[in-house]
């Protein structure tokens, strides 16, 4: 079955440190993946894409992803993290339409 | 804005009750998904229309819930005989109807947080 596995629950980073957000999806064919954010009480936030071609992708906010088949991974980087992205961050497949998330990241930033 | 709206942001309902809750796509977007976020559960997908039509209903629960997205007006969210169990936010996310990628791209609302007591 398809699925989204993100191994971290929580990872706290230092403020001006890079960030490593790591996902690992199970399908079949290429896969629609995404990354969204989600701050305490609010929607969510689509931050990038990967739909084909180049393996890097950039988002918003500063953030890139990388797509590896061979790995089965799309991680989530950024080089310098904010306190402002403190949030919880969720890998998701994209399934003839509906999303299949992971589990969630929850980042937290010390100043 | 042209975002996706949904109201109401909070709702309580005592158990037994009806919920309703509504949803307007982005302007241009013909697509619309229901998900539930559950504390330990994480963000399930619940449902998938277009006007008028419902896609895939493979998340949704057998019993005491339906959803619609008429031809006009908001999409709704129905959930009969609520439950504490039902007590969730529940997002709902838009996309355009088109063919190609840009149709796999859902862009969320705020959600609604049904508490049942």
């Known amino acids: 079955a398809q699925s989204v596995t993100q191994p971290d629950i929580h990872i706290t980073v230092s403020e001006g440190a890079s960030l490593e957000l790591r996902c690992n999806y199970s399908?079949?064919?290429?896969?629609?993946l995404f990354w969204y954010v989600q701050s305490p009480g609010q929607g969510l936030q689509l931050l990038l894409k990967y739909f084909s071609g180049d393996t890097l992708v950039q988002g918003i906010k500063g953030f890139e992803a990388e797509f590896k088949r061979s790995q089965s991974s799309f991680n989530l980087r950024k080089p310098s993290v904010h306190w402002s992205d403190a949030a919880e961050y969720f890998c998701a497949l994209n399934q003839g339409g509906k999303l299949i998330f992971g589990q969630g990241t929850e980042l937290s930033v010390k100043p | 804005n042209a975002g996706v709206m949904q109201n109401p942001r909070h709702l309580v309902r005592r158990r037994g009750q009806e919920a309703r809750l509504r949803c307007s796509p982005m302007k241009g977007h013909s697509h619309v998904y229901w998900y539930r976020q559950l504390p330990e559960e994480g963000l399930k997908f619940m449902v998938y229309?277009?006007?008028?039509?419902?896609?895939?209903e493979s998340g949704m629960p057998k019993e005491r819930f339906s959803a619609e997205f008429p031809k006009e007006g908001p999409s709704i969210l129905r959930i009969q005989q609520v439950v504490r169990g039902d007590s969730a936010a529940y997002f709902c996310?838009?996309?355009?109807?088109?063919?190609?990628?840009?149709?796999?791209?859902?862009?969320f609302g705020p959600g609604t947080r049904l508490t049942v007591t």
């Open positions: 996310a838009s996309s355009l109807g088109l063919a190609g990628a840009s149709s796999y791209e859902q862009y």
């Open positions: 229309l277009q006007k008028e039509n419902i896609i895939d």
């Open positions: 399908y079949g064919a290429t896969p629609y």
